[in-house]
């Protein structure tokens, strides 16, 4: 959902769904947030009004790709459709909590694994085809980061990556210590599993967010519209 204002106080909510396979976007609905009770439930009510138009021309939903908002998971398993997560929004937030950490005491080695820890969140989405095959790549990395290659899971039981001796031997991750205690609970908790397992391994939302920029060229956050103002600089 694209808001028109930054923060948590938009009075607007432009939900779109856009067909990955040929970049089309089917439908855009406009919310206000006093419609909905808040801006919070903006984007629940957009997908709604944006299935529900999809269900009335005839179309059905086998899968839908987005980020991880509480309210959508929970509709669209009521719904009994497919929910896949975009990988650049849960890698980004990822992305945050491992830069905090890399600056702790005790934590300075795990500023040589951010960018690898980075791309391996796309790997493990990518070339993978099943949830548990994603997940068994990205424990693969718990062992990686300790020089270990061989994994004790069959859906990945080794590392791809050639035998070769580290040009840096202090990189990696003794084990036991605090460092890595730190980061197996970060990078291993329930809840990010549970996220890998339904990151997108095929279309991701980079489309979307393109036009969504685009928008901006007619809808800049900074300049307030009336709904009808907003729902044509929408539509153009």
């Not at 957009?46 to 005839?58: H, P, T």
């Not at 491992?98 to 990518?126: F, P, Q, R, T």
């Not at 993978?128 to 004790?152: F, T, Y």
């Not at 549970?194 to 990151?199: A, G, Y």
Request: hydrophobic fraction near 35%; charge should be positive; glycine fraction near 4%.
């Amino acid at each position: 959902m694209r808001a028109d204002t930054p923060g948590h106080s938009a009075k607007f909510g432009s939900y779109t769904i856009m067909h990955m396979e040929t970049n089309k976007i089917l439908d855009l609905q406009l919310v206000q947030s006093n419609e909905v009770g808040g801006s919070y439930h903006m984007e629940k009510e957009g997908l709604k009004r944006c299935l529900d138009k999809l269900e009335s021309n005839g179309l059905a939903v086998d899968y839908i790709v987005t980020d991880r908002h509480p309210q959508i998971q929970k509709y669209l398993r009521d719904c009994n459709i497919t929910q896949f997560y975009d990988v650049w929004h849960f890698e980004k937030g990822l992305s945050k909590k491992l830069d905090k950490l890399s600056k702790m005491k005790d934590c300075e080695v795990l500023k040589k694994w951010l960018h690898s820890i980075k791309n391996h969140v796309y790997w493990s989405a990518i070339s993978s085809e099943s949830g548990p095959e994603k997940v068994a790549k990205w424990n693969s990395l718990q062992n990686h980061i300790q020089n270990v290659h061989v994994h004790e899971n069959h859906l990945f039981p080794k590392c791809e990556h050639p035998d070769k001796v580290s040009r840096d031997p202090k990189k990696w991750f003794q084990p036991g210590s605090i460092a890595l205690h730190k980061v197996e609970k970060l990078l291993y908790n329930k809840r990010v599993l549970k996220d890998i397992e339904k990151l997108s391994h095929n279309f991701q939302t980079s489309s979307l967010e393109a036009f969504h920029s685009l928008i901006l060229r007619f809808a800049p956050k900074n300049v307030i519209f009336p709904f009808i103002g907003m729902l044509c600089s929408n539509a153009l």
